[in-house]
């Protein structure tokens, strides 16, 4: 079992940032393929990012591909999400994800391959 733990949401000004992080509670996730979804009340939920464990792939979702990057550390057992040019559409709850295999692409979209889900953050963009 995986257990994640986001933090680092916040409300934010559009055009700002924000830094969120998901660390895990148990080590061997380093070998897991951690990602992002979102979800606003009202809206489906919808992935945002994902890397693979080693950090050498990475997917985006097009509508935050250049305004999102994803990376990780496995030796803190964490994952991040930087976020620049924040839009009010960007507000949403997100949460982190794992799963054992890298989803890649449009896989990626499927939540099957994130069976591991953390509690969320919230996060919200005022115009």
């Known amino acids: 079992q995986v257990q994640l733990v986001e933090s680092g949401g916040g409300l934010v000004q559009a055009g700002g940032s924000l830094r969120l992080s998901c660390t895990s509670s148990?080590?061997?996730?380093?070998?897991?393929?951690m990602g992002w979804f979102r979800q606003d009340p009202g809206k489906e939920r919808e992935f945002v990012a994902a890397i693979s464990w080693s950090g050498g792939s990475t997917s985006y979702a097009d509508y935050v591909q250049g305004r999102f990057a994803i990376s990780r550390d496995n030796a803190k057992n964490t994952v991040y999400l930087q976020m620049i040019n924040l839009k009010p559409e960007d507000t949403a709850v997100y949460h982190c994800?794992?799963?054992?295999?890298?989803?890649?692409?449009?896989?990626?979209?499927?939540?099957?391959?994130?069976?591991?889900w953390g509690q969320g953050t919230q996060v919200t963009v005022s115009s």
């Open positions: 994800t794992a799963g054992p295999l890298y989803c890649s692409g449009l896989g990626c979209f499927e939540e099957r391959r994130h069976p591991f």
């Open positions: 148990r080590r061997a996730s380093s070998s897991y393929m």
